[in-house]
Structures are given as C-alpha cells and as structure tokens.
C-alpha cells in the first residue's frame, strides 16, 4: 500500500491499477485449471513481498504470463 509519503503521478497510479487487474485476470484463468494449495501459498508469497515493495519486472506480457505458470 502506497504511503501518503510517497508521491506518484496519476498515470503511474492507474498502470498500477490495470496491473493488478490483469494479476487478478490471470489468476482467475488459472484457477479454471488447476490451482493447488502449493501455488496458492507461492502466489501468497509473491504478493507479500509485493506489498513489502519487492517487484520482479517483465519484459512483455508472454514472459508475465510464463512467470504465472510456472510457479
């Protein structure tokens, strides 16, 4: 969560945004597959060091999308 502190701009602010929707949609899509207790504690994992300011960048979606696969 972003601190008052903290200055952005609105369009950082709304990339953020649409960032985690597609997180959100990509998740979803997984979850009609398949989605065990093991991925679900390493998906906890991702969003925790998330929330501590910790990111990993993405060239392009196909390699985001790669990444959420293979967790």
């Known amino acids: 969560m972003l601190t008052k502190n903290e200055n952005i701009t ?3 602010y709304y990339k953020l945004v649409s960032d985690i929707v597609l ?6 899509e ?12 390493k998906i906890e994992k991702s969003s ?9 960048r993405f060239a392009s ?5 790669n990444y ?4």
């Open 10 to 12: 609105r369009s950082e």
């Open 23 to 28: 997180l959100k949609k990509t998740v979803a």
């Open 30 to 41: 997984l979850a009609k597959d398949q989605l065990t207790s093991s991925v679900i504690r």
């Open 48 to 56: 925790l060091s998330l929330d501590k300011g910790l990111g990993k």
């Open 61 to 65: 979606l196909k390699e985001f999308k």
């Open 68 to 71: 959420l696969r293979h967790l």
